[in-house]
């Protein structure tokens, strides 16, 4: 696909939704965003089949694992509201530049961690490095594409990225096996070094698409997202859906086919590797249905809500440790759990392209705080239990954790509906 030049629409507020045709092919533009997205999933991911890795080396008990590997989580999320900014301002080329160096480094110093500080400061420079991976990519979607087609755009640059979460399953798993875990870091290292170097070889520069603003006046910019009444309605909803499903499938997963289900090592790489392509390919199924059903009328929310239904449905046999339907449970749990990702392309549109990496990555910043803390109480609540005779997690903490999770999901959803009417003046978004 290429961009064509088309006359800007107005958005909230009176901002100008608009498109620059690229210098280059959008395909090429956008898998590079994608190789970037895929390196944060696979970063992300690896935790929960190393775990017993970093148990065994380091001596980590539940709790410090799950600090761990939930530092990444609030590094990205801290990242996300300067994030927004220097995107609206630098552009993404630039930006993703510098952040995956920074994620190179972090990965080096993991590899080179004998202590659970090291490794914990090392993940959170990852976390931060990462930050941009996915909203850069938006960025460049609404820079490159036209309108109608932001939908389909962004579920190609996430569809794709999310094959780093099964590059994170049993590819890993032999890597770890052949090499060991530090070199596989090490090696991670050069690969994200090289990504670093592709954002400049392959994405252009775009012309601003507003005026030049003094800073504070960039982060006043936050001000107007997070003063909009339907910011409220919506942002509870994402942060709570997707931040579960980000720290459940990046660590706890592994576990749970471990401590619940009965599996062995292959077992559980072979069930993460499963709902890693149930995830992927519900990324591009909710893109494809957007897509699709949007040139009928229908717009983003609705289906974004009739999908997260259907992720709350599946979750029920979890908290009642339905373990024989667990393995389907959780399929149908990774192909839904992204699916607030297509409000991202309400919140371009309803704000407009000066003002969509700082929407944006405003509510992402909520779904990294939310994921770190679901992700690091998990860990605490699992430690109040004690360890089962073979030395794994009681299975009555996973069935607790997903009780308090989902009663804030159904909470969220309920005051999302409230609020429903809100949306329907930009739900239409071609």
């Not at 390196?39 to 690896?46: D, K, M, Q, V």
């Not at 794709?160 to 596989?184: D, F, Y």
């Not at 339907?230 to 499903?245: E, F, H, N, Q």
């Not at 005051?415 to 009417?421: D, N, R, V, Y």
């Amino acid at each position: 696909m290429s961009g064509r030049p088309l006359s800007p629409r107005i958005a909230a507020g009176g901002a100008k939704i608009l498109y620059v045709a690229p210098m280059r092919p959008t395909a090429v533009i956008l898998a590079a965003f994608a190789f970037g997205y895929l390196l944060s999933n696979l970063f992300r991911s690896i935790n929960a089949l190393i775990a017993p890795n970093l148990v065994a080396d380091v001596g980590l008990d539940a709790a410090a694992l799950g600090l761990l590997s939930s530092a990444l989580l609030i590094a990205h999320g801290a990242s996300q509201l300067p994030l927004g900014v220097v995107l609206d301002r630098y552009g993404p080329r630039r930006v993703q530049t510098v952040l995956l160096s920074c994620a190179a480094i972090g990965s080096l110093i993991f590899a080179l961690g004998d202590n659970a500080v090291t490794l914990t400061l090392a993940r959170a420079l990852i976390g931060a490095g990462f930050g941009g991976a996915l909203m850069s990519g938006f960025k460049a979607v609404t820079l490159s594409m036209p309108p109608d087609r932001h939908a389909i755009g962004n579920a190609m640059v996430m569809g794709v990225g999310q094959l780093g979460l099964l590059i994170a399953t049993w590819p890993t798993e032999v890597m770890v096996s052949l090499i060991g875990w530090r070199m596989v870091f090490a090696l991670l290292a050069l690969v994200t070094a090289a990504g670093a170097l592709l954002y400049l070889i392959a994405v252009p520069e775009w012309p601003s698409a507003a005026p030049p603003q003094h800073w504070r006046e960039q982060i006043a910019g936050f001000k107007r997202v997070f003063s909009d009444p339907v910011t409220w309605r919506l942002a509870p909803l994402v942060w709570l859906s997707s931040g579960t499903s980000i720290a459940m499938l990046t660590l706890w997963a592994g576990p749970w086919f471990r401590d619940v289900a009965g599996f062995d090592r292959a077992g559980v790489a072979t069930s993460l590797l499963v709902n890693a392509v149930a995830a992927t390919a519900g990324v591009f199924i909710g893109g494809f249905l957007a897509d699709r059903l949007g040139r009928r009328g229908i717009g983003v929310i609705p289906i974004m809500s009739g999908l997260l239904i259907v992720m709350m449905v599946a979750e029920v046999p979890l908290v009642l440790g339905l373990k024989d339907v667990g393995a389907v449970s959780w399929v149908v749990f990774a192909m839904t759990g992204q699916s607030t990702i297509l409000s991202y392309t309400w919140l371009a549109a309803h704000f407009g392209t000066g003002l969509s990496s700082r929407a944006q990555t405003g509510v992402n910043f909520g779904v990294f705080l939310f994921a770190f803390l679901v992700q690091y109480m998990v860990g605490e609540l699992i430690d109040l239990f004690d360890p089962t005779p073979s030395g794994g997690f009681d299975p009555v903490a996973y069935q607790v954790s997903f009780t308090i999770a989902l009663v804030l999901q159904l909470a969220a959803f309920i005051w999302f509906l409230t609020g429903h009417a809100k949306f329907r003046s930009v739900e239409r978004l071609s």
